[in-house]
Every structure is written in C-alpha cells, then in structure tokens.
C-alpha cells in the first residue's frame, strides 16, 4: 500500500490551493478516504472523509464550507479542492483511509501566509 500526496506550498490568505493523493496496491474504489492534517506542536487532526459507493462527505467544523473532498477512482487519487484558506490551515496534510490505518504518507506541507 502506498499514498503519496502532493500540491501543497505557499499560499495567501483567502486563495486556493488543490491537494492531490496518489493511491497504490489496493482496490481504491472500495475504500473510504480521509484528509487529516497536522501544525506545529499539535496533534494530528481530521479534516475531511469521503464515503465510497455514495460518496457522502464529512468535514471538519474549521474547514466546511471551504475545502471539498473528491475522487476519481480511473485514477486511485483523492483530492482536497481548498478555497478561502486561512493562516490557521497552515499544517501538513496527510491521506489515508477512513478510519485511519497506522501508516502515513509524506504529506505534504500548506502554508498559509501574506
């Protein structure tokens, strides 16, 4: 098994910023997905799930409204559409099934600044 997640950098307040996560070794389509992520000195937390078959979503209070999870299953990649960040999205973001399984990714690092 293998995520890898990319399409993080620099950003200003209020723009948009696309994350991607490339999934590998196991039949993506039947699994739930999930986007968590994690600041300096704080604990991991979770932003967005996506359901599969119905895809119902389900978002954190700090990022609805905001950031939209997806997929395309002809690809194994799941997506985070982020609009309207704030300097408090600033974190690495990390992929993974939904309840999580103890191995992680890379992530890759949102920055949120002017």
């Known amino acids: 098994v293998q995520l890898v997640e990319s399409g993080g950098g620099l950003v200003h307040p209020g723009g948009s910023l696309r994350l991607s996560c490339a999934a590998s070794g196991f039949t993506f389509s039947a699994f739930h997905m999930s986007w968590y992520r994690q600041a300096p000195r704080k604990e991991r937390e979770l932003v967005a799930i996506?359901?599969?078959?119905?895809?119902?979503?389900h978002y954190a209070d700090s990022v609805r409204g905001r950031f939209t999870i997806s997929r395309d299953n002809t690809k194994n990649t799941i997506y985070l559409q982020m609009n309207n960040v704030k300097p408090e999205d600033t974190a690495v973001y990390y992929c993974n099934f939904y309840p999580p399984q103890n191995f992680w990714g890379q992530g890759t690092q949102v920055t949120v600044s002017s």
């Open positions: 996506l359901y599969s078959g119905g895809g119902i979503t």
